[in-house]
């Protein structure tokens, strides 16, 4: 049971252009929300949060959108660099379970000169 | 930044042996460690959460006796896959947490350990 759903497997975006990526979630008991990034053959690495109670969290070029009625995030990259390409997860927490993270499937990001 | 090493890093083994991986936290104590699985193109699946001196609890469907965990200190956790088969191929990713009270951006992973059974 897929609790956590990227249903775009890749995306592929000119340098300098926004990328959007998004993440559509079942359970309304996540309070919590997470971006990994991922390289082939390395562990993820936390990229960007944002809790239930924002809508908005913004670092540097990478924003969070959450939109809790929807059950919809989604993470803007602009300017997208090449150096961003990668597999990019979003997760979630529910506030009882801490550190327990629910994954998507992952979307590959592909920014192109 | 907290590092999280994983070794090996890949492996290779001939069906029914046992193979044994290893979680450590470089920097940090970590309370709490998660083992997951990837398969190609899905998503890190969680296999088990391990805290220091307890045993492991597992997620639905992972076979307690076929994947041993066993966290006997603040900073390694090992992962046993015992008598491997070739479905048991896959990249094993574990994740430790450090500390209480904190959120999950400081839960750091390691690197991977890729595992071909032959």
């Known amino acids: 049971d897929q609790q956590v759903k990227q249903n775009s497997p890749s995306l592929s975006v000119q340098e300098g252009r926004i990328s959007i990526l998004n993440c559509d979630y079942t359970n309304s008991m996540f309070d919590y929300f997470l971006w990994y990034k991922k390289y082939p053959a390395e562990g993820p690495t936390f990229l960007i949060s944002i809790s239930s109670i924002k809508d908005k969290n913004e670092d540097g070029r990478f924003t969070v959108f959450l939109n809790k009625s929807a059950k919809h995030l989604s993470l803007h990259i602009v300017p997208s660099q090449p150096g961003d390409s990668a597999v990019y997860f979003c997760?979630?927490?529910?506030?009882?379970?801490?550190?327990?993270?629910?994954f998507g499937r992952g979307t590959q990001l592909t920014v192109w000169p | 930044g907290a590092v999280v090493s994983q070794h090996p890093s890949r492996v290779i083994c001939k069906s029914g042996t046992s193979v044994k991986i290893e979680c450590r936290s470089l920097?940090?104590?970590?309370?709490?460690m998660f083992w997951y699985r990837q398969f190609p193109k899905q998503s890190l699946m969680l296999m088990a959460t391990?805290?220091?001196?307890?045993?492991?609890?597992?997620e639905q469907g992972v076979e307690k006796d076929k994947f041993l965990i066993n966290h006997a200190s603040l900073t390694l956790s090992t992962l046993t896959v015992t008598s491997a088969h070739p479905e048991d191929s896959s990249f094993y990713i574990c994740?430790?947490?450090?500390?209480?009270?904190?959120?999950?951006?400081?839960?750091?992973f390691g690197p991977g350990t890729r595992l071909t059974v032959l």
């Open positions: 391990s805290n220091e001196g307890s045993k492991a609890t597992y």
């Open positions: 994740s430790a947490h450090g500390g209480s009270g904190g959120r999950t951006d400081t839960q750091y």
């Open positions: 920097d940090f104590q970590a309370t709490t």
């Open positions: 997760a979630a927490i529910r506030g009882s379970t801490l550190g327990r993270l629910y």
